[in-house]
């Protein structure tokens, strides 16, 4: 029988619009120089008949310790204008040793095509040969049973190239064209979908279900229609094993021109490291078990393999660019947790050490400011400090917010994070997360990310920078006053100009300031915290503060030692050093 041979659909070339650098998270975009892509549908059709013509989809020898799985996914399309029933066939793949095996058909095939459309039929059969062997051809053969001894026809030969052969989790891909560096865009053409797809973040998190590396990968429609993202999944390749990872959200639909962010959590191991992904597709194979019940045997096909840098999962492989303290953060444009008309600014970045428990501690503050004539909720951002080096340590946000930002003004939220004492905060990178939930798996997604610059500590300085405030210490003394009770009474006297930034809303939720007293030895005697907002706050002029230290005889010299306090969502108290007073 002759064949005929042709190219199915043309080029597919995804619009410019969706690989500019708006389609990445804006800290992240700059300097990606990522090629426009251009996805072919290298899927040859065969006529197999008058009406029909097939493709191949997917192509499986997979050898195990003493069996193969020979398996084959065909794509039928009815050309005509009529329903037309499927050919009776048998399909038998040739291997390179020259043995042929028949293929079962998958008991949900469908036995009919309707006109001008197509259908997907599925094809298994395992063998028990324990080598491995290639496999060279897919073969539709007529078998005549009605004569004997049976004749058999060969409707159609399909040479089978080695690259489109999927030889199980452990496979290769070795075509040049599905081997990509992260960040470039694709598309799965095996699968008929025109949308394009770009890798975007990947990051490990530990949960108390364990540990997992999350892979977020952007969707693109370039279409004037509402296309649905077919089913895919990743797998993270080490040098030795492979870990199989699920889609968070399992049914994504975007409009003509949208774009959506999906996620791929993949279970691993503390200390694993990726060097690539594969992008897979699966493929379902049903067996009937009686009484209407079918038993459905799934696998796997690699599509496309993701090369990743070293210490992808940690240090990330988005360029993070410098950012500027109080400016607005170009969050990615694709998100829906911050609204638009809502700024987000990191205004403070300070690391102080903990001499007597042996860490630092790094304390971040974001300023939220509301564009809008209308009160907007406050998005509980997650944020993550990164050391030059790929040690990522989580923030912990203060312990309660405000609801909300009211129209025109702003709000402040703190974070605290705890780093190793051999952390000076030099190189570090902030990355700034959503948390999402699906059912059960919660993972984060990013929003921006950028090298930050770390403040530096003056505790001399007479100026107390705890924004939204600027406190000028004018004049201070610590007296001790003796009672009836015949005992001494330490008090702090400040003399103090406060100067809030008017457009910051405050509450009870706002760092206070602690007042800690210490002996002659270093010893913690009393101290007292007080509030910058809200009833019994300090204010400007003179502010006398008891230490509640009382003690039998007149202790100098002494010192007080001023710190920022809030806490966090842990329960935990957190402090930063900001003056001293000796006397």
Request: proline content about 5%.
């Amino acid at each position: 029988m002759k064949k005929t041979i042709k190219r199915s659909l043309a080029t597919l070339v995804l619009s410019a619009a969706f690989l500019t650098i708006a389609s990445l998270p804006a800290w992240a975009a700059d300097g990606q120089n990522l090629a426009a892509a251009t996805a072919v549908n290298t899927n040859v059709s065969y006529t197999l008949s008058d009406k029909i013509e097939v493709e191949i989809k997917s192509i499986l020898n997979e050898h195990e310790s003493d069996s193969t799985k020979l398996g084959a996914v065909i794509r039928m399309r009815n050309t005509s204008d009529k329903i037309t029933r499927v050919p009776d066939f048998e399909l038998r793949v040739l291997m390179a040793d020259g043995i042929e095996y028949t293929l079962q058909p998958s008991a949900k095939n469908p036995k009919s095509i309707q006109p001008k459309s197509q259908l997907e039929l599925s094809y298994l059969s395992i063998v028990e040969r324990s080598d491995d062997v290639a496999l060279t051809s897919l073969n539709f053969i007529d078998v005549d049973m009605e004569v004997y001894p049976k004749e058999e026809t060969t409707l159609l030969s399909i040479p089978v190239d080695a690259g489109i052969v999927w030889n199980g989790s452990d496979s290769i891909i070795t075509n040049s064209s599905a081997i990509l560096k992260w960040g470039e865009a694709f598309t799965l053409p095996s699968l008929r979908s025109t949308l394009g797809f770009i890798p975007v973040d990947i990051h490990k998190e530990i949960t108390a279900k364990g540990v997992s590396t999350v892979v977020q990968i952007q969707v693109v429609n370039p279409t004037k229609e509402r296309q649905t993202v077919p089913n895919f999944g990743i797998d993270g390749k080490t040098e030795s094993n492979v870990y199989s990872g699920s889609r968070a959200e399992t049914s994504v639909i975007l409009d003509p021109g949208e774009k959506k962010y999906i996620h791929i959590v993949i279970p691993t191991d503390l200390d694993t490291e990726f060097t690539s992904l594969n992008v897979v597709t699966p493929e379902s194979f049903a067996v009937a078990t009686g009484d209407g019940k079918f038993h459905d045997d799934t696998y796997r096909v690699g599509r496309v393999n993701i090369l990743l840098p070293t210490g992808a999962a940690t240090q990330g492989v988005i360029p993070a660019p410098e950012y500027v303290l109080g400016t607005p953060v170009k969050l990615d444009s694709t998100n829906k947790f911050v609204p638009s008309n809502v700024d987000v600014s990191l205004v403070e970045l300070h690391v102080t050490s903990n001499e007597d428990d042996g860490f630092n501690t790094a304390v971040a503050k974001f300023k939220l400011t509301n564009n809008s004539d209308r009160p907007i909720p406050i998005p509980a951002i997650q944020t993550e400090l990164v050391s030059k080096d790929g040690y990522a340590y989580g923030g912990k946000r203060q312990v309660a917010a405000a609801l909300s930002v009211v129209p025109k003004a702003s709000y402040v939220v703190s974070y605290s994070y705890a780093l190793p004492a051999s952390e000076t905060g030099e190189g570090l990178k902030m990355n700034l997360y959503s948390q999402q939930a699906n059912g059960e798996t919660t993972y984060k997604s990013l929003l921006a990310t950028a090298k930050v610059p770390v403040q530096k500590n003056d505790p001399t300085s007479k100026i107390l920078n705890v924004y939204p405030y600027a406190i000028t210490i004018k004049d201070w003394t610590i007296s001790a006053i003796y009672q009836a009770t015949m005992s001494y009474d330490y008090k702090l006297k400040l003399d103090l100009d406060i100067k809030p930034d008017k457009q910051v809303t405050v509450d009870k939720f706002n760092s206070m300031l602690s007042f800690e007293l210490f002996d002659n030895v270093g010893n913690p005697v009393g101290k007292s915290v007080e509030a910058l907002s809200g009833e019994g706050r300090l204010y400007n002029g003179t502010n006398t503060i008891d230490l509640n230290a009382r003690s039998n005889q007149l202790d100098f010299p002494i010192q007080v030692k001023v710190f920022e306090t809030f806490t966090n969502e842990y329960g935990e108290s957190v402090k930063r050093l900001l003056t001293t007073f000796k006397q």
